[in-house]
């Protein structure tokens, strides 16, 4: 009889065991989508600055390279990224003589809104510059 007792109060212990642990298992998989995202615009954001690097720097460097560097970059970022990647700022910078550095920001794609972090890249290398045979 005793043994009776102890399986009824346990009736449906798994049902709200589930209604518990529910909600904590999909905070761990959105998290972990979320984090899949933000890496993979990390990547998107580390090959425009990249490229957008190699644009001002095949160019020489001078300022008339900046804005269709700058062009590029916006389009390159949105071939690659497509909608995993918005709100892209591209930022050059020319140092000295012989360097870039380009900055690349934006945000990754939302699972839950106001969740993404800004990801932000920078490349910085040394300008081509011709020099002749002697």
Known sequence: MQRARI?????GASSIELALY????????????????????NQ???????ETARVVRI??????????????????????GGSAF????IAIQLI??????????GRSLEVVRGLAPTVSQTVQGP???????L
């Open 7 to 11: 399986t009824d109060r346990s009736k």
């Open 96 to 105: 000295g003589d012989d360097q870039v550095r380009v900055t690349v920001a």
């Open 127 to 133: 300008l081509e510059q011709f020099r002749p045979d």
């Open 22 to 41: 529910t909600p904590i298992l999909f905070l761990v998989i959105f998290g972990i989508v979320q984090f899949a995202l933000s890496w993979h615009a």
């Open 44 to 50: 998107i954001a580390s090959a425009t600055a990249r």
């Open 59 to 80: 160019a020489g460097g001078g300022l008339d390279a900046v804005g269709p560097a700058t062009q590029h970059g916006q389009a390159y970022a949105a071939q690659v």
């Open 86 to 89: 918005t709100d892209v700022d």
